[in-house]
């Protein structure tokens, strides 16, 4: 981990040119590596020395995006993958395996809770999803002899629940369990969860820190910090021999590297979720100016909330950035220079108004995707949980005017016109 400042590090951190070397990242499109001699190709096999040998496993343009990612969330080893998706999944079956128990907040991902709720369900990990406002006692009870970790998003996409980090480390780690945070919305630019307890980070790479819409990727950072060995009953996979890998223990060979050495040489060998050096590439520049588009879109969010909420046609705003908002307290404590570009409105009349507005917007466009440079809007009702009745959504925290608005950085002015012109229709 290096000293600097969030901004330097987005610049400085990861690829470390020698002398003569290219000064930008270079893009190793390759899948192979070449030795010399066969010993020193088995040592890689054998995890006795550093080294490439196959791009699923370790490539150099990935590993200097890795270490950036980090140095960026103040942990000691991060592994990328090819969505953010991928990353949710590898954190948690990295130590979690069939006849486990994961808890997982309720306001999440719709992805997330699909891959838990649904998916990790037919692999033999059970999960109970919990409301995340509750206190600590409430959030007890739902901890099991076989519970392995506690996930939560520390900005919820799309409900912007804003996560109590050091309440949620305190319950996990009361039972012996690490707390993984999904980081995405907030960035490390305004939230590094591992400063506030979380153990280990994880990124959908495809919003902010890519910022521009051109890749799909995720990130898993570990800080460190959780003692496997301490919990050696509750996490075999990393304290006892892996048969699968010469019967290597992982905490006993890589210490604090083991939970990411783990992720690599195991489950990325045998799942292959793996991005391309290209995106890795695409992926860096976006970080390079990752704090600059950060401040940018909490400034022209703040505008457009106030905006909003100021608003006859609106009948309420969800953002945390406002003073009345629910978490506005929580967001001042973990994300004291904002929180995010996402906010989410509904319109008085409820789903005509919010079609009608939608369908009016010159400048924003309709898209399945937040988090990135160009102002966009999503009509959940219409689209993520087009399946639902009405009843179904206000179950789900969805009222069927809702609309998420993902604020880019195109100037304010130009922002707040279109939606001017567009709530004149609704
Ligand atoms: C988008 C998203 C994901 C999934 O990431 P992909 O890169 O689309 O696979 C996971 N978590 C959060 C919070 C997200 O916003």
């Given at each position: 981990m290096s000293n600097y400042e969030i901004e330097t590090k987005c610049i400085q951190s990861g690829w470390k040119p020698k002398t003569g070397e290219p000064r930008m990242l270079p893009i190793y499109q390759s899948t192979?590596?070449?030795y010399d001699t066969t010993e020193q190709m088995g040592k890689l096999?054998?995890?006795?020395?550093d080294g490439y040998f196959y791009t699923r496993l370790q490539n150099p343009t990935n590993d200097a995006v890795a270490a950036k990612i980090a140095d960026l969330e103040g942990g000691v080893a991060a592994i990328l993958t090819s969505s953010g998706?991928?990353?949710?999944?590898?954190?948690?079956?990295?130590?979690?395996?069939?006849?486990?128990?994961?808890i997982c907040a309720s306001a999440i991902y719709g992805g997330t809770f699909n891959l838990l709720g649904v998916t990790l369900g037919k692999l033999g990990i059970e999960c109970t999803f919990v409301d995340v406002d509750a206190d600590e006692e409430t959030l007890s009870k739902a901890f099991r002899p076989n519970t392995k970790a506690v996930i939560a998003e520390s900005i919820s996409n799309?409900?912007?629940?804003?996560?109590?980090?050091?309440?949620?480390?305190?319950?996990?780690?009361?039972?012996?369990?690490p707390l993984i945070v999904d980081n995405t919305f907030a960035t490390p630019v305004n939230c590094r969860p591992i400063e506030w307890g979380a153990d280990i980070v994880v990124h959908s790479t495809t919003k902010y820190m890519d910022g521009h819409a051109m890749q799909v990727g995720g990130a898993i950072v570990d800080s460190g910090n959780f003692d496997w060995e301490a919990h050696a009953d509750r996490f075999p996979g990393l304290t006892t021999p892996d048969e699968s890998y010469h019967g290597i223990t992982y905490t006993k060979k890589f210490g604090k590297a083991a939970y990411i050495t783990k992720a690599t040489?195991?489950?990325m060998r045998d799942l292959g979720a793996v991005p391309s050096p290209m995106n890795c590439f695409l992926l860096n520049v976006g970080l390079e100016t990752l704090p600059l588009r950060v401040e940018r879109h909490c400034y022209n969010a703040q505008k457009v909330a106030e905006y909003l909420q100021a608003h006859e046609k609106v009948a309420k705003v969800n953002y945390a950035g406002l003073p009345g908002d629910k978490y506005h307290e929580l967001a001042k404590k973990y994300m004291p220079n904002g929180t995010c570009g996402v906010i989410s409105f509904e319109l008085k009349?409820?789903?005509?108004?919010?079609?009608?507005?939608?369908?009016?917007?010159?400048m924003a466009s309709i898209v399945t995707h937040v988090a990135d440079a160009k102002t966009c809007v999503l009509h959940p009702a219409s689209h993520t949980h087009r399946q639902m009745t009405d009843e179904q959504l206000v179950q789900a925290g969805i009222s069927p005017g809702l609309i998420r608005l993902s604020v880019?950085?195109?100037?304010?002015?130009?922002?707040?016109?279109d939606l001017e012109q567009a709530l004149l229709q609704a």
């Open positions: 192979t590596f070449k096999f054998d995890l006795e020395a998706q991928a990353a949710n999944f590898y954190a948690v079956f990295n130590i979690c395996e069939a006849g486990g128990h994961v799309p409900a912007l629940v804003v996560l109590d980090i050091e309440k949620m480390a305190r319950v996990a780690h009361a039972h012996g369990v040489s195991q489950l009349g409820g789903r005509e108004p919010a079609v009608r507005f939608m369908d009016s917007l010159k880019g950085i195109e100037n304010i002015k130009d922002i707040i016109a």
